[in-house]
């Protein structure tokens, strides 16, 4: 197992940590939730983050959470697909389509949320489940799938994410669409 620091991986990836933070913010906008604080970027750990008011409501914390989630992993296909099938099936390898893949893939590697995001999910799914709120029954398992994402990343989880969704995807696409 090739263990790289985190520092170089955010060197290489920030494309996708930017994108990451860019959807928290995007979701607090969307819920009204005003942002108090935002580093898009940084080579320490955590390499980027949002600092938002206290949410009331367990569907904005909800979605402000998983929201990078959502629009990492769109926006990794989004990018992908047209390079892949331009250098997969037109054998068009030019820099411009291998940049893209790796702006794709460093997207998508960047879409699970943080443990922090998750211990926010569980702690307004512990008061939203009190209000009989349906939704909050989900976050259990969401919340488990990110605490095991995260840890898996130990395991290059995140980087396996992001070439399954941008270069597997697209493949199964084509093979799908030859018949």
Same mark, same amino acid.
């Given at each position: 197992?090739?263990?790289?620091?985190?520092?170089?991986?955010?060197?290489?990836?920030?494309?996708?940590?930017?994108?990451?933070?860019?959807?928290?913010?995007?979701?607090?906008?969307?819920?009204?939730?005003?942002?108090?604080?935002?580093?898009?970027?940084?080579?320490?750990?955590?390499?980027?983050?949002?600092?938002?008011?206290?949410?009331?409501?367990?569907?904005?914390?909800?979605?402000?959470?998983?929201?990078?989630?959502?629009?990492?992993?769109?926006?990794?296909?989004?990018?992908?697909?047209?390079?892949?099938?331009?250098?997969?099936?037109?054998?068009?390898?030019?820099?411009?389509?291998?940049?893209? +893949?790796?702006?794709?893939?460093?997207?998508?590697?960047?879409?699970?949320?943080?443990?922090?995001?998750?211990?926010? +999910?569980?702690?307004?799914?512990?008061?939203?489940?009190?209000? +009989?709120?349906?939704?909050?029954?989900?976050?259990?398992?969401?919340?488990?799938?990110?605490?095991?994402?995260?840890?898996?990343?130990?395991?290059?989880?995140?980087?396996?994410?992001?070439?399954?969704?941008?270069?597997?995807?697209?493949?199964?696409?084509?093979?799908?669409?030859?018949?």
């Amino acid at each position: 197992m090739i263990i790289i620091p985190g520092w170089i991986i955010a060197i290489i990836t920030f494309p996708g940590i930017i994108v990451h933070e860019a959807a928290h913010v995007l979701f607090c906008r969307l819920r009204k939730v005003a942002v108090l604080e935002v580093c898009y970027l940084q080579f320490k750990n955590p390499p980027g983050y949002v600092i938002h008011e206290n949410v009331a409501d367990f569907t904005s914390n909800f979605l402000i959470s998983i929201g990078p989630f959502l629009v990492n992993s769109f926006l990794c296909v989004l990018i992908c697909l047209p390079a892949f099938i331009r250098v997969r099936t037109f054998e068009m390898g030019d820099p411009l389509s291998y940049a893209l +893949l790796w702006l794709g893939v460093s997207i998508g590697m960047h879409a699970f949320p943080s443990n922090q995001d998750a211990s926010n +999910l569980l702690r307004a799914a512990g008061a939203a489940v009190k209000r +009989l709120n349906p939704l909050a029954l989900l976050a259990y398992p969401v919340v488990i799938a990110i605490y095991l994402a995260n840890l898996l990343r130990f395991f290059w989880l995140d980087y396996i994410y992001g070439v399954a969704l941008g270069l597997g995807l697209p493949e199964l696409a084509l093979k799908y669409a030859a018949g």
